[in-house]
């Protein structure tokens, strides 16, 4: 099955900053990439994602970057504000009837 | 207009009970999954059905019997809970087979004692 990790495993930035989280995978067939959103006591929430024949993609203060050869992608959240706090998923895919796997989820806090 | 809901949000039971999630989708995906998470914030699938047809049957304990009548609905049931059985259940679909982006339903809470 795919290896999925994430790191780091928690974030603690300062309102304003950057934030960066990686996702590293085993499967060379994955062509689908998001990222989730989970909100204290709330669901995941597809956030952004990015097919393989992209290499970035943004959506205002959020991007995702995807390195295929090294198979790894990574969410870029910047200007970050207190309600980004979150645990955060990637979920790579390779299509068909494969399970997806989720990364172990990086708790970031951004603090005021 | 939820897209994906679940029933009941809480559920507090007792070891040895048998109880029931009910899931239904109304944004007309074909693809339904359990995913179970853990304390640890882990999400692992458990089961995904695609147009009522099982495809996904992760090494799951045969107390748990998904059932799912039509495409739009996916239902739990849980039979002799077990103390390790408390977790958030979450129910999703996705459009495009398995892997797609996801919805996911707002979770059951459930607690064994």
């Known amino acids: 099955g795919e290896n999925v990790e994430q790191h780091p495993s928690t974030l603690s930035v300062q309102e304003g900053d950057s934030a960066v989280i990686k996702c590293t995978y085993s499967d060379s067939a994955s062509n689908y990439f998001p990222w989730y959103k989970q909100e204290l006591g709330k669901r995941p929430q597809l956030i952004i994602d990015i097919r393989s024949n992209v290499g970035e993609k943004k959506d205002q203060r959020i991007a995702v970057t995807l390195n295929k050869t090294a198979k790894h992608f990574s969410l870029h959240i910047t200007e970050t504000q207190p309600e980004d706090s979150a645990v955060y998923f990637c979920a790579p895919f390779s299509g068909g009837y494969q399970k997806v796997t989720f990364g172990t989820g990086t708790k970031l806090q951004v603090i005021p | 207009d939820t897209a994906v809901s679940q029933t009941p949000k809480y559920l507090v039971t007792q070891m040895g009970n048998d109880k029931s999630i009910k899931c239904e989708q109304n944004l007309g995906h074909d693809t339904m999954y359990w995913y179970k998470q853990d304390s640890k914030k882990f999400l692992k699938i458990m089961f995904s059905?695609?147009?009522?047809?099982?495809?996904i049957n992760e090494t799951v304990p045969n107390r748990f019997s998904p059932k799912s009548p039509d495409k739009a609905h996916l239902n739990l049931h849980i039979n002799s809970l077990e103390l390790g059985d408390s977790a958030v259940y979450f129910c999703?679909?996705?459009?495009?087979?398995?892997?797609?982006?996801?919805?996911f339903g707002s979770g059951t809470r459930l607690t064994v004692v």
């Open positions: 059905y695609n147009n009522k047809e099982l495809i």
């Open positions: 999703a679909s996705s459009q495009e087979g398995l892997g797609g982006g996801y919805t």
